[in-house]
């Protein structure tokens, strides 16, 4: 497709499946209840690729070991999150949608059932906050974590009220932009240089396909991809 104001031409790769999705879920609507259509294999479609893509920043080991340090020496419900999602590699509208329910001390996992989010509301021009399914069928799973984290999650786990959220600790959820906000502010109060949420998940993934037994099917199944070639 034509029309880049960049004089690259076409539209990038995530414009591409931004686009598709809702065409590919019109497509099999339309043949699993009307029968309108024929069965389309996606399989086929091939997306085009990026000329420039920006390279998966992660932590080193001492950075690591240092923001793990802070989080504990300032542990509150936030920062027990980000505890969390450096290892299980949550996405951040996952863990702000993490309930007391979803967890699972015992067996030491995590269901990831919801995501939270603010959409944009067209009819009256406004925002709104929710917390619903993932969009794909992959983001739904049931994830392990790491005995270091039964004492953090214990600290803050209310198992007399199941449908409170984990980082707010009431029925509310906490905004993934009020989350990031108070991640920036964490890092630049203890010393760390400028980095994104979605960095945690990286570190994370980053460590599993170091380790010599880890397979990209099962990192791709604990990541919530739809597939291990995108891990």
């Known amino acids: 497709t034509e029309g880049r104001k ?20 019109a497509f099999d609507y339309a043949y699993k209840y009307n029968r309108r259509l024929e069965k ?15 390279h998966v920043k992660a932590m080193t080991y001492e950075q690591q070991a240092r923001f793990r340090q802070a989080a504990y020496l300032n542990l509150n419900r936030k920062t027990a999150a980000y505890l969390i999602t450096l290892y299980t590699g949550m996405r ?9 329910c979803d967890i699972s001390l015992i067996q030491k ?7 939270v989010q603010r959409i944009y509301n067209k009819q009256n021009g406004k925002t709104k906050l929710i917390s619903g399914t993932p969009k794909t069928k992959s983001s739904v799973r049931t994830i392990p ?16 009220h199941p449908n409170h959220y984990f ?14 906000d108070h991640f920036s502010r964490f890092l ?22 170091e380790l010599p037994d880890f397979d990209i099917k099962s ?8 597939n291990p070639a995108f891990t």
């Open 188 to 209: 630049k109060q203890n010393g760390f240089q400028k980095m994104k949420f979605h960095e945690l998940r990286h570190t994370f993934a980053t460590r599993a396909m």
């Open 145 to 160: 974590f790491p005995e270091m984290l039964i004492p953090v999650i214990e600290k803050f786990y209310d198992d007399k």
């Open 109 to 115: 996992t995590i269901s990831v059932s919801r995501t």
């Open 92 to 100: 951040i509208g996952e863990i702000c949608g993490l309930q007391m």
């Open 219 to 226: 990192l791709s199944a604990i990541l919530g991809h739809d």
């Open 40 to 54: 389309i294999d996606w399989s086929m479609l091939e997306y085009p690729k990026e000329k420039h893509t920006d």
């Open 6 to 25: 960049d004089g690259q031409g076409g539209f990038s790769t995530r414009t591409v499946r931004n686009i598709m999705l809702p065409l590919k879920q």
């Open 167 to 180: 980082i707010t600790g009431n029925l509310k959820p906490c905004e993934p932009r009020t989350l990031r």
